[in-house]
């Protein structure tokens, strides 16, 4: 979704990172979904920067972790 927003915007990771006071390999980490921001202020800063609804965010991210633990359930679970 990080990655959609920011092309649509034509943006680089770069552009990205400075405005959301972040390194861009940690930007690329997200968009690949290697990394997820876990606090507050991190998840803001990243929707603004972005200028997307900080709300819309939240939720990605929630159903990201969501999805995420229930697949390290399922591989317990063999």
Do not use: H
């Amino acid at each position: 979704m990080i990655s959609r927003v920011r092309l649509w915007r034509r943006w680089s990771q770069n552009e990205v990172a400075l405005k959301a006071d972040m390194r861009p390999q940690t930007i690329s980490e997200i968009e690949l979904g290697k990394r997820m921001p876990k606090s507050v202020p991190k998840i803001m800063k990243l929707a603004d920067a972005l200028e997307m609804p900080r709300e819309q965010l939240f939720k990605w991210i929630v159903n990201e972790f969501e999805y995420q633990d229930a697949r390290s359930a399922k591989r317990r679970e063999q």
